[in-house]
Nanobody
């Protein structure tokens, strides 16, 4: 069982930045893939960014402004979000996938609101 605790959400003006962090109860090593989803009111959950080893990928609308990273020493997956737009408003969830077992683990979600 992997436990994930998120932090870093909040209210920010358009064009601003936030950094989301997700601390895991295990080392986010090569065994695991990780990433961030988001869900806005009335919309389906969408994959924002994911990372596995040296590979990472992003939702087209955030590519170039969001950066996902892993700090293995701190068991942390982070999402740096720059140039935020109102359309980025959503609850953001981190996830970790155990590539050995196929099990998925989720954080509790953190609210990001982009508004003037």
């Amino acid at each position: 069982q992997v436990r994930l605790v998120e932090s870093g959400g909040g209210l920010v003006q358009p064009g601003g930045s936030l950094r989301l962090s997700c601390v895991g109860s295990v080392s986010i090593c090569d065994r695991y893939a990780a990433g961030w989803y988001r869900q806005a009111p009335g919309k389906q959950r969408e994959l924002v960014a994911n990372i596995a080893g040296n590979f990472n990928d992003y939702l087209a609308s955030v590519r170039g402004s969001f950066t996902i990273s892993i700090d293995n020493a701190k068991n942390t997956v982070s999402l740096q979000m720059n140039m935020l737009k109102p359309d980025d408003t959503a609850v953001y969830y981190c996830f970790v996938r155990d590539t050995w077992t196929g099990g998925d683990y989720w954080g509790q979600g953190t609210q990001v609101t982009v508004s003037s």
